[in-house]
């Protein structure tokens, strides 16, 4: 595969308006799937299944099995629908979209084609620096995921040089709801955060409605991304490329602005963009083609013979819509008023995936700029050291405990440092810790007035420095002091009465 030429960014959005559309996956954690009575892997209980060992005759597509709607993947639709603006149809219905996969056992997907159950919403995304961009939702409609392949023989994992390939049908038969946008214009240079910051509007909507864990590395959560674009000038719209199931928020924003840039390229040399769909690899940053994009034609959709239309209740609908949880956006404004935060503060935060822990925390009762230092600081260290997620390491519960400790001084950061580490190795609470390994701070002046006369006696000449007004001299006697304490003492106190043996206090 030859590489590919890129334009310059900057040169590109010159002479290119670029053109975005999103199509987001989000698999429902229901106990069961979409149209089967088999445990579903998205749900947190089967994320350690083996594989074909969630399976019933429907998700192989066995000969005379029938599908049967899950009730509950319904009503999480609908809230999605009305989470993002969406009107709920009173009545919608499933179809049948005919194409081969082999991980598809009944050779057709069972999704929703011209009766979606929710249409023409728009949700509200924020960018790094504050600024709000209406997203226009088309539709989200209800279908079920297809199996997985694995690859096998090959140097990258892909079909591409593998030996053979291996079938999973436990992904086969999860509830999906696809959100597609509408043609989004006027993005222009920030296409590719824009890109980024929609996919982590619907993560975070998801996640507060409780119906999908919205993790991009386990597939959750798959966003497709839409690049096209046209001349300065020009009303028609150029030929869309379609990047498939990128797997995070980081590559989203990359692939869009690779896609800018490649199309722009073949479009400045006289060329013309292919209709079709691409891989995103994340090892060096690019695309490569997939398959001609099909049209909605090619698919021979046709109305699911085997279920009725859904036809919820306006009663439901309104029970669903009262329940509805804070828009992220607007939440995300609140509680950075509320707690105080400049923007970087606060971004770090988001960023983290971090603003849940920090709420949960602080209504725990730690200070907001506690919380905050303790899980984008020393939590996140040992996350990223072990390679975990830092909210699955310790609970808020704990972490306003442990800066309890500290607020009454029983210890110090140093020694919170410690004990933390206690709680995540599953030590106990932090008092636990603290008390099974001895971690307090000395608070009995005769200890510590014993240490300082050591460390005087071992540097007679301090006092004469400190009385002649070298006041910093203290700090030789201060380390002495926390040395032989092994840094349960409290620093502040041992200055003061070094200060006092010296007659300056």
Not at 38 to 45: D, I, L, Q, T, V
Not at 385 to 402: G, H, K, W, Y
Not at 454 to 471: C, F, M, S
Request: net charge negative; charged share 25%; proline share 6%.
């Amino acid at each position: 595969m030859g590489k590919d030429k890129l334009m310059d960014f900057d040169k590109a959005l010159e002479l290119y308006e670029p053109v975005l559309g999103f199509e987001v996956h989000v698999e429902l954690n229901t106990e069961s799937k979409m149209f089967s009575s088999a445990p579903n892997p998205a749900h947190p209980s089967q994320h350690d299944a083996e594989p074909n060992t969630l399976v019933a005759p429907v998700d192989m597509g066995l000969p005379g099995a029938l599908p049967v709607v899950n009730e509950q993947a319904v009503r999480y639709s609908i809230s999605l629908g009305l989470a993002l603006g969406c009107s709920i149809a009173p009545s919608s219905r499933f179809a049948r979209k005919n194409y081969f996969y082999p991980d598809l056992g009944k050779n057709y997907q069972i999704s929703q084609y011209d009766e979606p159950i929710a249409f023409e919403g728009q949700v509200e995304v924020e960018l790094d620096d504050g600024t709000l961009v209406q997203i226009p939702i088309e539709r989200a409609h209800m279908e079920e995921d297809a199996g997985k392949l694995t690859h096998v023989g090959g140097a990258t994992g892909r079909i591409q040089g593998a030996e053979y390939s291996l079938v999973d049908y436990n992904r086969a038969g999860v509830p999906l709801v696809e959100i597609v946008t509408k043609p989004i214009f006027g993005a222009e240079a920030n296409a590719p955060k824009l890109a980024a910051a929609y996919v982590r509007a619907i993560r975070d909507i998801v996640i507060g409605l409780g119906i999908s864990e919205a993790r991009m590395e386990r597939g959750n959560l798959r966003c497709d991304a839409n690049v096209s674009l046209r001349p300065r000038g020009q009303e028609k719209l150029g030929t869309r490329t379609e990047t498939k199931n990128v797997n995070s928020m980081r590559s989203v924003e990359r692939a869009v602005r690779y896609e800018i840039q490649r199309q722009a390229a073949i479009l400045a040399a006289g060329g013309a963009i292919t209709q079709e769909t691409r891989h995103w690899h994340e090892d060096t940053g690019t695309t490569s083609p997939g398959r001609p994009k099909s049209d909605a034609d090619d698919y021979r959709y046709f109305p699911e013979p085997d279920l009725l239309p859904v036809a919820p209740a306006p009663e439901l609908i309104e029970e669903l819509r009262a329940a509805l949880p804070e828009q992220p956006a607007a939440r995300r404004r609140r509680l950075k008023a509320d707690w105080g935060f400049t923007d970087l503060e606060f971004q770090d935060v988001v960023n983290g995936g971090l603003i849940d822990a920090v709420e949960a925390t602080i209504a725990a009762g730690a200070g907001a700029a506690a919380a905050r230092k303790w899980w984008t600081g020393e939590i996140t260290r040992i996350a990223n050291a072990q390679q975990a997620e830092a909210a699955e390491l310790v609970t808020p519960a704990n972490v306003a405990a442990l800066q309890a400790l500290v607020d009454a001084g029983t210890l110090t950061d140093k020694l919170a440092r410690q004990v933390l580490e206690g709680v995540i190795a599953g030590e106990g609470t932090p008092q636990e810790v603290v008390d099974a390994r001895g971690l307090a701070v000395v608070s009995d002046d005769g200890a510590l007035i014993a240490a300082i006369d050591d460390a005087l006696a071992a540097q007679p000449d301090v006092l004469a420095k400190i009385r002649d007004g070298k006041v910093q001299a203290a700090g030789a006697v201060i380390g002495a002091v926390m040395k032989a304490m092994k840094g349960q003492a409290d620093a502040a106190r041992v200055r003061e009465l070094v200060l006092e043996r010296a007659g300056t206090a």
